[in-house]
Protein backbone atom coordinates (compact mmCIF):
# COMPACT_ATOMS: atom_id res chain seq x y z
CA UNK A 1 0.00 0.00 0.00
CA UNK A 2 1.24 3.26 -1.12
CA UNK A 3 1.73 5.32 1.89
CA UNK A 4 4.22 6.74 4.82
CA UNK A 5 5.34 3.69 7.18
CA UNK A 6 6.86 4.24 10.48
CA UNK A 7 8.38 1.82 12.93
CA UNK A 8 8.25 1.15 15.14
CA UNK A 9 4.65 1.43 16.63
CA UNK A 10 5.99 1.48 20.35
CA UNK A 11 8.71 1.76 22.02
CA UNK A 12 9.81 2.19 25.73
CA UNK A 13 13.34 3.66 26.37
CA UNK A 14 15.49 4.46 29.36
CA UNK A 15 16.82 7.35 30.19
CA UNK A 16 20.45 7.76 28.47
CA UNK A 17 19.63 4.73 25.50
CA UNK A 18 19.71 5.80 21.74
CA UNK A 19 17.14 4.09 19.21
CA UNK A 20 16.46 4.87 15.56
CA UNK A 21 12.71 5.42 14.84
CA UNK A 22 11.77 4.45 10.98
CA UNK A 23 9.96 6.17 8.59
CA UNK A 24 10.02 5.04 4.40
CA UNK A 25 7.55 6.56 1.55
CA UNK A 26 6.58 4.96 -1.42
CA UNK A 27 5.08 8.04 -3.43
CA UNK A 28 8.69 9.45 -4.17
CA UNK A 29 7.92 12.69 -2.29
CA UNK A 30 10.90 15.11 -2.34
CA UNK A 31 9.74 16.41 1.29
CA UNK A 32 10.00 14.85 4.62
CA UNK A 33 9.49 15.53 7.54
CA UNK A 34 8.98 14.74 11.71
CA UNK A 35 6.39 15.74 14.10
CA UNK A 36 6.25 15.09 17.71
CA UNK A 37 2.84 15.64 19.50
CA UNK A 38 2.58 16.16 22.80
CA UNK A 39 -1.04 17.00 24.76
CA UNK A 40 -2.59 20.32 24.11
CA UNK A 41 0.58 21.71 21.98
CA UNK A 42 -0.58 20.28 18.10
CA UNK A 43 2.08 18.99 16.30
CA UNK A 44 5.77 20.72 16.14
CA UNK A 45 8.33 20.16 13.79
CA UNK A 46 11.59 18.46 14.75
CA UNK A 47 13.04 17.94 11.54
CA UNK A 48 12.86 18.23 7.65
CA UNK A 49 13.95 17.22 4.46
CA UNK A 50 13.73 18.71 0.98
CA UNK A 51 15.68 15.99 -0.72
CA UNK A 52 17.76 13.39 -0.54
CA UNK A 53 21.46 14.70 1.50
CA UNK A 54 19.39 18.02 2.63
CA UNK A 55 18.10 18.39 5.79
CA UNK A 56 17.16 21.15 8.29
CA UNK A 57 15.70 22.03 11.93
CA UNK A 58 12.54 22.91 12.68
CA UNK A 59 11.04 24.37 16.01
CA UNK A 60 12.42 21.56 18.39
CA UNK A 61 15.49 20.00 17.12
CA UNK A 62 17.18 19.68 20.12
CA UNK A 63 18.19 16.40 20.99
CA UNK A 64 17.37 14.64 17.29
CA UNK A 65 19.29 13.95 14.15
CA UNK A 66 18.37 12.89 10.78
CA UNK A 67 19.41 12.06 7.87
CA UNK A 68 18.36 11.42 4.16
CA UNK A 69 20.49 9.05 2.45
CA UNK A 70 17.75 8.10 -0.08
CA UNK A 71 14.32 9.55 -1.47
CA UNK A 72 12.23 6.95 0.60
CA UNK A 73 13.68 6.78 3.57
CA UNK A 74 14.36 9.49 6.41
CA UNK A 75 15.28 8.06 9.87
CA UNK A 76 14.78 10.04 13.34
CA UNK A 77 18.01 9.23 15.87
CA UNK A 78 16.96 9.77 19.39
CA UNK A 79 21.07 9.80 20.78
CA UNK A 80 20.41 10.07 24.48
CA UNK A 81 16.88 9.50 25.44
CA UNK A 82 15.24 11.48 28.03
CA UNK A 83 11.82 11.96 29.94
CA UNK A 84 11.16 14.90 27.71
CA UNK A 85 11.17 13.36 24.54
CA UNK A 86 8.28 11.28 25.66
CA UNK A 87 5.47 11.57 23.09
CA UNK A 88 4.32 10.76 19.87
CA UNK A 89 5.87 11.00 17.18
CA UNK A 90 4.62 11.22 13.24
CA UNK A 91 6.87 11.10 9.76
CA UNK A 92 5.05 12.79 6.98
CA UNK A 93 5.78 13.25 3.63
CA UNK A 94 4.89 15.46 0.81
CA UNK A 95 5.22 16.30 -2.78
CA UNK A 96 7.46 19.70 -3.91
CA UNK A 97 5.03 22.25 -3.15
CA UNK A 98 2.85 20.37 -0.65
CA UNK A 99 -0.28 21.61 -2.31
CA UNK A 100 -2.33 18.72 -1.40
CA UNK A 101 -1.21 18.72 2.03
CA UNK A 102 0.99 16.09 3.75
CA UNK A 103 0.57 12.56 4.28
CA UNK A 104 1.35 11.19 7.36
CA UNK A 105 2.65 7.72 9.37
CA UNK A 106 0.57 6.10 11.76
CA UNK A 107 3.18 7.72 14.68
CA UNK A 108 5.62 5.78 16.87
CA UNK A 109 4.38 5.83 20.71
CA UNK A 110 7.55 6.49 22.50
CA UNK A 111 7.87 6.53 26.23
CA UNK A 112 10.92 7.28 28.13
CA UNK A 113 11.24 6.26 31.64
CA UNK B 1 6.91 32.62 18.99
CA UNK B 2 3.19 33.53 17.07
CA UNK B 3 0.58 30.48 17.41
CA UNK B 4 -1.89 28.80 15.20
CA UNK B 5 -4.77 28.97 17.54
CA UNK B 6 -7.65 26.58 18.07
CA UNK B 7 -10.45 25.86 20.67
CA UNK B 8 -9.62 22.63 22.49
CA UNK B 9 -13.51 21.08 23.20
CA UNK B 10 -16.63 21.28 21.25
CA UNK B 11 -19.25 19.26 21.66
CA UNK B 12 -22.41 18.67 19.64
CA UNK B 13 -25.33 16.41 18.91
CA UNK B 14 -25.80 13.95 16.40
CA UNK B 15 -27.43 15.05 13.27
CA UNK B 16 -26.35 19.07 14.21
CA UNK B 17 -23.50 20.91 12.12
CA UNK B 18 -20.37 21.69 13.76
CA UNK B 19 -18.32 24.47 13.59
CA UNK B 20 -14.40 24.53 14.40
CA UNK B 21 -12.91 27.65 14.35
CA UNK B 22 -9.24 28.66 13.53
CA UNK B 23 -6.70 31.62 13.57
CA UNK B 24 -3.90 31.58 11.86
CA UNK B 25 -0.76 34.07 11.49
CA UNK B 26 1.11 34.36 8.52
CA UNK B 27 -1.13 36.52 5.41
CA UNK B 28 1.20 35.05 3.14
CA UNK B 29 0.53 30.87 3.84
CA UNK B 30 -0.53 30.14 0.44
CA UNK B 31 -2.47 26.79 1.57
CA UNK B 32 -4.74 26.17 4.70
CA UNK B 33 -5.59 23.06 6.11
CA UNK B 34 -7.79 20.97 8.01
CA UNK B 35 -6.56 17.35 9.41
CA UNK B 36 -8.67 14.66 11.36
CA UNK B 37 -6.70 12.49 13.99
CA UNK B 38 -8.73 9.48 15.25
CA UNK B 39 -7.94 7.91 18.43
CA UNK B 40 -4.49 6.29 18.21
CA UNK B 41 -4.35 7.15 14.38
CA UNK B 42 -2.20 9.23 12.31
CA UNK B 43 -3.24 12.50 10.80
CA UNK B 44 -5.76 12.00 7.59
CA UNK B 45 -5.83 15.13 5.28
CA UNK B 46 -9.44 16.36 5.43
CA UNK B 47 -9.34 19.09 3.10
CA UNK B 48 -8.05 22.53 2.23
CA UNK B 49 -8.15 25.96 0.29
CA UNK B 50 -5.79 27.90 -1.72
CA UNK B 51 -5.64 31.51 0.05
CA UNK B 52 -7.22 33.35 -2.81
CA UNK B 53 -10.39 31.40 -2.24
CA UNK B 54 -12.95 32.48 0.43
CA UNK B 55 -15.22 28.95 0.79
CA UNK B 56 -14.60 25.77 -0.60
CA UNK B 57 -17.52 22.87 -0.10
CA UNK B 58 -16.93 19.18 -0.28
CA UNK B 59 -19.79 16.91 0.91
CA UNK B 60 -20.53 17.35 4.23
CA UNK B 61 -17.31 19.99 4.72
CA UNK B 62 -17.44 23.61 4.18
CA UNK B 63 -14.04 25.34 5.04
CA UNK B 64 -14.52 29.57 5.30
CA UNK B 65 -11.37 31.51 5.48
CA UNK B 66 -11.28 35.11 5.79
CA UNK B 67 -7.91 36.32 5.05
CA UNK B 68 -8.63 40.24 6.62
CA UNK B 69 -9.01 38.43 10.08
CA UNK B 70 -6.33 34.96 9.53
CA UNK B 71 -9.49 33.28 10.28
CA UNK B 72 -10.47 29.34 9.35
CA UNK B 73 -13.49 27.51 10.07
CA UNK B 74 -14.44 23.98 9.52
CA UNK B 75 -18.28 23.35 9.46
CA UNK B 76 -19.37 19.65 9.48
CA UNK B 77 -23.04 18.96 8.33
CA UNK B 78 -25.41 16.33 9.73
CA UNK B 79 -22.30 15.56 12.34
CA UNK B 80 -22.35 12.16 13.30
CA UNK B 81 -21.01 9.84 15.55
CA UNK B 82 -17.89 8.85 13.68
CA UNK B 83 -16.88 12.34 13.32
CA UNK B 84 -15.56 12.33 16.90
CA UNK B 85 -12.45 13.05 16.39
CA UNK B 86 -9.45 15.24 17.17
CA UNK B 87 -9.38 18.60 14.24
CA UNK B 88 -6.17 20.38 13.46
CA UNK B 89 -6.26 23.05 11.42
CA UNK B 90 -2.27 23.97 9.58
CA UNK B 91 -1.03 27.41 7.78
CA UNK B 92 2.07 26.93 5.61
CA UNK B 93 4.94 29.17 6.67
CA UNK B 94 7.71 29.53 3.91
CA UNK B 95 11.58 29.29 4.44
CA UNK B 96 13.84 28.84 1.59
CA UNK B 97 11.57 27.07 -1.15
CA UNK B 98 9.76 24.79 2.18
CA UNK B 99 6.66 25.17 3.28
CA UNK B 100 6.34 24.30 6.64
CA UNK B 101 3.52 22.92 8.59
CA UNK B 102 2.43 24.91 11.75
CA UNK B 103 -0.33 23.20 13.76
CA UNK B 104 -2.35 24.22 15.99
CA UNK B 105 -3.33 22.51 19.37
CA UNK B 106 -6.38 20.99 17.76
CA UNK B 107 -10.29 20.51 18.73
CA UNK B 108 -11.19 17.81 20.14
CA UNK B 109 -15.04 16.94 18.63
CA UNK B 110 -17.31 14.95 20.75
CA UNK B 111 -20.40 13.82 19.04
CA UNK B 112 -23.50 12.96 21.49
CA UNK B 113 -26.79 11.32 20.95
Known amino acids: NAGVTQTPKFQVLKTGQSMTLQCAQDMNHEYMSWYRQDPGMGLRLIHY???????DQGEVPNGYNVSRSTTEDFPLRLLSAAPSQTSVYFCASTSRGGSKGYTFGSGTRLTVV | GEDVEQSLFLSVREGDSSVINCTYT??????LYWYKQEPGAGLQLLTY?????DMKQDQRLTVLLNKKDKHLSLRIADTQTGDSAIYFC?????????????FGAGTRLAVHP
Open chain 1, 49 to 55: SVGAGIT
Open chain 2, 90 to 102: AETRGSGGYNKLI
Open chain 2, 49 to 53: IFSNM
Open chain 2, 26 to 31: DSSSTY
